[in-house]
């Protein structure tokens, strides 16, 4: 753990903690399908900054990727652009931006902006291109908004996994673990006393969490309050047995705590909590897949700032279930084996 575990942090802060923004992904809505609007949109794309998500047909087609969490701007051409450009007048296009990351929000309006006037520029004497940007989701670019959600997943992701191997390890320490086995205790009914109390934990900590996001920081819950906490209840499948599991490998405190420290470090850098999971190399992008945190980390934001439901979220919680039973089913048999 001593030598293991700063050697693989070193690779993971060098290879894909970054705060450079790019391959941001756009949509894009051309109603002129014009030379001109081709080039504006051709000067996005050669900046190496933006990707092409897709086309959509109107502005209001551009409400879906953005809430899908498949594009972070969508950029809207009216149908007499070239027009307007000819004529002298100015033309006015809209960016539409996702606001949930403040941060590669504010980025890439500036990306955004420095390029429409740099078209406009290119354009000779003709009036200056006017753009009308517009937030959603997070409209003040407030931090908090974007990182007061996120504490569920670090409540639910580490300091339940962590107190879970522990409070498994100290019975084991203690030997009133050894006790309770050679009672007429099965040990299903042991696993489940030793979890349940820390699911009943984590629940009240999430309710916590949303009552002061809401009173006291002013973050509001847009979405739906019982798919927040049965999400919650699905990701703690996860945590719970992976608790147990490092409680498995562990027969002291310290190497639990070491362990956790070990395995958590690396999910909390990877899911996208802080650093956006499109800048890492892709090799590590396919990592994340493996992920559960990655996953809750998008549907609580979802939830809490777009108001996403089933029909937006369902690729996530879908993995979530997946990656959730099986790492506790794995848990669980390995825990009841070493209990026999």
Known sequence: MLIGAPILQLFIFGYAVT????HIQMVVADRDRSCESRELVGSFLRSGYFDLRGRVDSPADLDRPLEAGEALVGLYVPQDFSKRLARGEPAPVQLVIDGTDMNSAGVAGG??????????????????????PRIWYNPGLRSMNYMVPAVICMILGTVMTAVTAMAVVRERETGTLEQLVVTPIRPAELMLAKTLPFAGIGMLDVALVIVLARYWFGVGLAGSLLLLLASSAIFLLTTLGLGLFISTLSRTQQQAMLTAFFVLMPSVILSGFLFPIENMPQVIQWLTYLIPLRYFVEIVRGIFLQ?????????????????????FALSAARFQKRLG
Request: cysteine-free.
């Open 307 to 327: 108001g996403s439901g089933v029909a937006i979220l369902w690729p996530q919680l879908t993995a979530l279930i997946a990656l959730g039973g099986t790492i």
């Open 111 to 132: 990306y955004a902006a420095a390029l429409i006037a740099h078209y406009a520029a290119a354009g000779g004497p003709a009036p200056p291109l006017t753009h009308q």
């Open 19 to 22: 705060l450079d923004i790019k």
